[in-house]
């Protein structure tokens, strides 16, 4: 299966998403907001198959957190996550750095569904 790592500052949906992944098989690692999540890609030299990332996070937001990784690790698939819509906009104008936007709050067979469309990407 997938190493996916899930950053989201939300404390329960970081590990509700981490235990529906994990549910499946996959082995999920999880970073609180941007700064820990993009430290957790570079000490592992991209080994993710998938970023999966709030959007509206302090300090680096994720999709700061994803144009940072995918410069430096070209392959690296980011898919986003938010409530907001007008953090949706900002998502669709970095095509072909972030493979898909689940609207919050989602259901989890429609995370798992998503996820698994991602990784087949």
Do not use: W
């Not at 959007?55 to 937001?61: L, N, Q, S």
Request: proline share 2%.
């Amino acid at each position: 299966m997938a190493r996916i790592l899930v950053v989201e500052d939300d404390d329960a949906v970081r590990a509700l998403a981490a235990r529906a992944l994990e549910r499946l098989g996959h082995a999920v690692d999880m970073a609180c907001d941007g700064v820990s999540g993009l430290t957790r890609i570079v000490d592992n030299a991209a080994a993710y198959d998938l970023v999966l990332s709030d959007i509206r996070m302090p300090e680096m937001d994720g999709i700061q957190m994803a144009i940072e990784a995918v410069a430096s690790f070209p392959s690296l698939k980011v898919m986003l996550f938010t409530g907001y819509a007008d953090q949706r906009e900002r998502a669709d104008e970095l095509n072909g750095v972030i493979v898909d936007v689940l609207q919050k709050p989602f259901a989890l067979a429609e995370l798992r569904d998503r996820v698994e469309r991602a990784l087949a990407a």
